[in-house]
Nanobody, 121 residues
Framework: QVELVESGGGLVQAGGSLRLSCAATGIFFSINTMGWYRQAPGKQRELVAVISSAGSANYADSVKGRFTISRDNAENTVYLQMNSLKPEDSADYYC???????????????WGQGTLVSVSA
């Protein structure tokens, strides 16, 4: 069983920065993609950024140039550096990962518990 443990959310003023971290723990063969999604009240969950095991990253248009996703494969950890934060970035941020339990198994997915990011105007 794989678990994702998130940290780094909080309250910040507009224009400020926050860094989210997410560590994968448990027993698995490999982790494929790791990423961040967010969900604001009354809205659907949306992709923020995702990074492959090789380091290839993709971002939502709304965060390009402000957010940077990175990962440490040795520590099975993904980070989201968020700069120039805006009030519309306020949401619950969820870590997501796809992984394989064994070398011959298919990919599974797991979600973190979420961490709240609040940006004041």
């Amino acid at each position: 069983q794989v678990e994702l443990v998130e940290s780094g959310g909080g309250l910040v003023q507009a224009g400020g920065s926050l860094r989210l971290s997410c560590a994968a723990t448990g027993i698995f063969f490999s982790i494929n993609t790791m990423g961040w999604y967010r969900q604001a009240p009354g809205k659907q969950r949306e992709l923020v950024a995702v990074i492959s095991s090789a380091g290839s990253a993709n971002y939502a248009d709304s965060v390009k140039g402000r957010f940077t996703i990175s990962r440490d494969n040795a520590e099975n950890t993904v980070y989201l550096q968020m700069n120039s934060l805006k009030p519309e970035d306020s949401a619950d941020y969820y870590c997501h990962a796809t992984y394989r339990r064994q070398i011959i198994s298919g990919y599974l997915e797991v979600w973190g518990q979420g961490t709240l990011v609040s940006v004041s105007a």
